[in-house]
């Protein structure tokens, strides 16, 4: 059953929402946090277990849902990082309706799953829209001023993109006569592409670009991470970009594998991989010099977002397999490290009342395991080995260097070299942080010593991303092996 | 010129509309009719490919509209709802007004 997974989420929302309702109804008080975290977490492990599921035989072709080695893996690991999404759990009374949050949250994730796992345009779109709306409700669930801005404006920019994406899938559909990535890529190997198949991809590009915050279409991603619930940014910025970079790796490498052109210095080739290249070294510049003036640490965050979005957008741009498999393994990696610096954050803003860089002073005073992730997390992000971090952005730009479509070798230097000096640059960001953690002390009238006990599940959301980028540091292969062989299940090139 | 340049120029058109609405207008209700008819636009596209194209024995093209149309009305709803949450706190729809957040 390839839906397996989906329509148990699908249940477990329902059957959320229904006993919240009851609870609610039956005894005028709001739903436990914890009892909506515990169902939300059995329906997740339920949903992992179902992935073992054997596919069912479709006749026909299985470009609608595709039950190839990426979706199945990528299903498991989105499954994953939405469950410690889930675990981060909100402020005091930040959310009213409870039951309708993780609801809701369950609701993104099919969604997410869904695109993660089709070769179909329309199912795409659906399947992107899907999450896209449950994730602009999920950023305007506290009743503020701030979370109702960032959802507002997560929406309109969101809403913009998906016209877009539409349009362009448009355009396509009228190239190929088929929302097909496998019939598409048969259309594009008779002669060269028509006008037609460009500008669609074109817009489809853009309006991924946008979910994915790359550079300039990246305007809602620090409004967002400033205002919405650290539940919520954790979900979008680790599960969503993940199946972002799956989408993009789908829709370039099956569908337009022919007309990626070459975007090499000096030896360019008119094709998609130009306008990766700069959209990543727009996103890289971007990112990195404005996450340098931040002092927010949710809007540093997500400037460190937006960069990282052009280091992935570095491997993308060398349209080959070994690359596309190192940015899939880079972007798990750092969604496991944003996850965390977001659940850490989340634990300060609790003590403390606000996210601001210099509330993170003496941090390793009130809370030992506190700082220790956060250096884990940081650290990774900013690609200091022994931690996951480095090895999956030295395997990118490597394998970025290694391979590039027209043969000659080290063609896209010029981006990676980019890319490498403005890593060094962001440096100089994440350390700014760990100073505050470690070297600072705390304000002296500020009174609470030590910060108080986390939740079990809230430190479960930060220690558990914090052993596995260690681990994943020490041995990548047991990430990069199956990752590399879903690759080829997937690609076939 | 035949009649799917005519409908691909009338799209075009609504879509430059829209985006146009979307980037000069500072009113969330009006931005998201912009957003509709960049929608609508792409509709138009879908339904002159399938109509002009070779035959479709699948229908793609009509799918893609009624699920998109599907699509367009959870958004309205969706947008509606957040432009009112917003209005409970501004008393406006107005963007300007908005500056809860920076850096």
Redo the contacts between chains.
């Keep these: 059953m390839q839906l397996m997974p989906e329509a148990v989420l699908v249940v477990t929302a329902l059957v959320l929402l229904g006993m919240a309702v009851a609870y609610e109804s039956k005894t005028l008080k709001p739903f436990p946090v914890n009892s909506a975290i515990g169902i939300a977490t059995v329906g997740i492990l339920l949903a992992i277990a179902a992935l073992w599921c054997p596919p069912l035989k479709l006749n026909g072709d299985s470009s609608l849902i595709a039950s190839d080695g990426l979706a199945r893996l990528f299903k498991g690991l989105v499954l994953g990082l939405g469950l410690l999404a889930i675990c981060i759990p909100p402020a005091r009374r930040e959310i009213p309706q409870i039951g309708e949050y993780y609801a809701l949250m369950l609701f993104a994730l099919t969604g997410l799953l869904l695109a993660a796992g089709t070769n179909h345009l329309l199912f795409l779109f659906v399947a992107l829209e899907l999450a896209s709306l449950s994730l602009y409700l999920l950023a305007g669930f506290p009743r503020t001023a701030k979370a109702s801005e960032a959802s507002l404006k997560y929406f309109l920019f969101g809403g913009v993109s998906a016209a877009f994406m539409l349009f362009g899938m448009s355009f396509l559909y009228g190239f190929a006569h088929t929302a097909k990535l496998t019939e598409i890529a048969t259309a594009l190997a008779v002669g060269p592409p028509s006008a037609l198949a460009i500008a669609g991809l074109l817009m489809v590009l853009v309006g991924l670009a946008f979910k994915m915050a790359a550079a300039p279409f990246h305007y809602w991603a620090p409004d967002v991470y400033q205002g919405a619930p650290a539940t919520t940014v954790a979900l979008v910025s680790a599960a969503s970009k993940a199946v972002g970079m799956v989408v993009l790796v789908r829709l370039l490498l099956i569908g337009f594998h022919s007309a990626g052109g070459s975007a090499s210095w000096g030896g360019m080739l008119p094709g998609w991989t130009i306008w990766l290249a700069i959209l990543s070294a727009v996103s890289i510049l971007f990112g990195n010099l404005l996450a340098l003036a931040q002092t927010s640490m949710r809007r540093l965050l997500a400037y460190s977002a937006v960069a990282n979005t052009g280091y992935l957008l570095v491997a993308l741009a060398a349209n080959g397999r070994d690359a596309a498999g190192s940015a899939l393994f880079y972007v798990i990696v750092y969604g496991l490290a944003t996850l965390g610096a977001l659940a850490v954050t989340a634990a300060v803003e609790r003590d403390r009342g606000n996210d601001s860089i210099s509330s993170f002073a003496g941090l390793v005073k009130r809370s030992p395991f506190q700082a220790v992730s956060l250096l884990v997390f940081l650290t990774s992000l900013a690609g200091i080995p022994p931690l996951a971090g480095f090895f999956g952005k030295f395997a990118m730009f490597s394998t970025a260097m290694a391979a590039t479509a027209s043969g000659e070798k080290s063609g896209l230097a010029w981006l990676v070299g980019l890319g490498a000096i403005m890593s060094a640059v962001s440096l100089y960001y994440y350390l700014s942080v760990l100073k505050q953690a470690y070297v600072k002390d705390a304000a002296e009238d500020s009174v609470s010593s030590s910060a108080p006990c986390l939740p079990v599940f809230h430190a479960l959301s930060v220690a558990i991303p914090a052993v596995l980028l260690v681990l994943l540091g020490l041995f990548p292969s047991i990430l990069l092996a199956p990752i590399s062989k879903a690759v080829i299940d997937s690609l076939g090139l | 010129m035949n009649p799917l340049a005519l409908l691909l120029t009338l ?1 075009s058109l609504l ?1 430059s509309l ?2 146009l609405a ?1 980037l000069t207008r500072r009113n ?1 209700i009006l ?2 009719v912009g ?1 509709e008819l ?2 609508n ?3 138009i ?2 339904i ?3 109509r002009y ?2 035959p ?1 024995p ?1 229908l ?2 009509p ?2 509209v009624l ?2 149309i599907a ?1 367009a009305a ?2 309205a709803a ?2 509606l ?3 009112l ?2 209005f ?3 008393r406006s729809t107005d ?1 300007n007004r ?1 500056d ?2 920076h ?1």
């Design positions: 799209s879509f829209g985006l979307v969330a931005i998201l957003i960049m929608l636009a792409a509709n596209n879908f002159a490919f399938w194209g070779p479709d699948e793609t093209g799918m893609f699920f998109s699509i959870a958004e969706v947008g709802a957040i432009i949450m917003v409970r706190h501004t963007l908005l809860s957040l850096g």
